[in-house]
């Protein structure tokens, strides 16, 4: 079975912090992607990587940055955290193959005050 | 702009019966088509998926069904169970593109 680890499944932090979110995967996966699940507009795409120290921009880039260093962790961070990025983030891994499905962890809920 | 559409919020059903749940796209370069279900506090579990060159999947209670000229699929549980209560997000690929994307989601209610 394929286990995606996000580090924090709570997090509360302040306005102007620096947060890193931390995702590993188990499966020797390429593909690894970030979400944001907000109620009534589902998940939508911060940054994906498609193969290590590799990054492309998903819908809501803004107010984020990423780093994938070695293969099985992908790490989103908040350059400096405001209210509107309090959320559900959700942390998925894939092989390279697009036509397989994606593989979630069990998201971690931030709370930036 | 949401390129995938659920339109419905919620839905509830009985016990036994038949849950439809729906979905509806925007882009015909959309080729590869999931669903995903999430409870509470855990993150979304695959369970079922089709590729735009067929038009029907099934696996166990869950068929899914895609209907290309009308762009649109749904995802059918026989019969429903209690424990499929969860939301559901139907989720779409495009044809040159890495990532999904979901729509907004239909939380499914079922009544013993």
């Known amino acids: 079975d394929v286990k995606v680890t996000q580090s924090s499944r709570y997090l509360v932090k302040r306005t102007g912090e620096k947060v890193f979110l931390e995702c590993v995967q188990d499966m020797d996966h390429e593909n690894m992607f970030w979400y944001r699940q907000d109620p009534g507009l589902g998940l939508r795409l911060i940054y994906f990587?498609?193969?290590?120290?590799?990054?492309e921009k998903g819908d809501i880039p803004e107010g984020y940055s990423v780093s994938r260093e070695k293969k099985e962790r992908f790490s989103l961070i908040l350059e400096s955290a405001s209210t509107n990025q309090t959320s559900m983030y959700l942390c998925?891994?894939?092989?390279?193959?697009?036509?397989?499905?994606?593989?979630f962890g069990d998201g971690t809920r931030l709370s930036i005050l | 702009d949401q390129q995938v559409k659920q339109n419905s919020p919620s839905l509830s059903v009985q016990e036994g019966r038949i849950s439809i749940l729906n979905c509806d796209y925007t882009?015909?370069?959309?080729?590869?088509f999931l669903w995903y279900k999430k409870y509470p506090a855990e993150g979304p579990t695959f369970l079922i998926s089709i590729s735009s060159i067929k038009d029907k999947n099934e696996d166990g209670r869950f068929t899914v069904f895609l209907n290309k000229s009308a762009k649109h699929l749904s995802l059918h549980i026989v019969p429903s169970q209690p424990g499929d209560s969860a939301v559901y997000f139907c989720a779409a690929k495009l044809d040159s593109g890495y990532a999904l994307n979901f729509g907004k989601g239909t939380s499914l209610l079922v009544t013993p």
């Open positions: 998925a891994s894939r092989t390279g193959n697009r036509y397989q499905p994606q593989h």
């Open positions: 882009n015909s370069m959309f080729d590869y």
């Open positions: 990587s498609y193969d290590v120290k590799m990054k």
